[in-house]
């Protein structure tokens, strides 16, 4: 079936250091990517998507782009923030008639400042 | 607008009690999902609906669990008996639309813990 694997966790970081996390995915169609974050305590929410090949999803300093020859999805900032320490998710949807997002492992991110 | 409102936020309950968690989601969406979150399995799909209809509950982990979606404004997940196992954070979202374009809006979830 169709799965996400995403790198390991926990990342630490610097104030201002350049964020890579690594995503790929394995589908059978084409599928739709995306990056969710979720805060301490809170649920998950979109952090930026992309529907089909080449396609760049960016928000809040925030890229990805949708590389279906690799079949990865790889988060990237150039400069993170103590803000940013979260948890980051990449996910799939199944357009195979199922509505429904597969999500990776989830890699802890932790920013000092 | 009130986002995915999920309760009750924290629940404490002794193996072989029964646990009720209950979602409103947000006004209009179409789709309510279930999941869980634990650390060594991460985020799984428990169940989803659409206009109140179960349509995917491969996820569901065996006959203990069950859900239902009575009308458009509220869900509920059920476990009993409920187990340690079971302890995780359970997750409600909705959507308007597929999850191809659109985007699943979360609950702050409930934290289950079963003694």
């Known amino acids: 079936g169709d799965s996400v694997t995403q790198m390991e966790g926990p990342v630490t970081l610097s104030e201002e250091a350049f964020l890579t996390i690594n995503c790929t995915y394995t589908a059978t169609g084409y599928p739709s990517l995306f990056w969710y974050v979720q805060y301490p305590g809170e649920g998950l929410q979109l952090l930026l998507k992309a529907t089909k090949a080449d396609d760049k999803g960016s928000n809040k300093g925030f890229e990805a782009t949708y590389r279906k020859e690799t079949t990865s999805f790889h988060l990237e900032k150039g400069s993170v923030q103590v803000s940013d320490s979260a948890v980051y998710f990449c996910a799939l949807s199944d357009r195979q008639g199922a509505q429904k997002l597969v999500f990776g492992q989830g890699t802890r991110l932790t920013i000092n400042p | 607008d009130a986002g995915v409102i999920q309760s009750p936020r924290h629940e404490v309950t002794e193996m072989g009690q029964e646990v009720t968690l209950r979602c409103k989601p947000i006004s209009g969406h179409d789709y309510l999902f279930w999941y869980r979150q634990t650390m060594m399995r991460g985020l799984e799909l428990l169940i989803y609906?659409?206009?109140?209809?179960?349509?995917?509950d491969s996820g569901m982990p065996e006959d203990r669990f069950s859900a239902k979606m009575p009308n458009a404004s509220f869900s509920t997940l059920k476990i009993q008996p409920s187990e340690p196992r079971d302890s995780a954070v359970y997750f409600c979202?909705?959507?308007?639309?597929?999850?191809?374009?659109?985007?699943?809006?979360f609950g702050e979830g409930s934290r289950l813990t079963v003694l």
């Open positions: 609906f659409n206009n109140n209809v179960p349509i995917d």
């Open positions: 979202a909705s959507s308007h639309r597929t999850v191809n374009t659109g985007e699943l809006f």
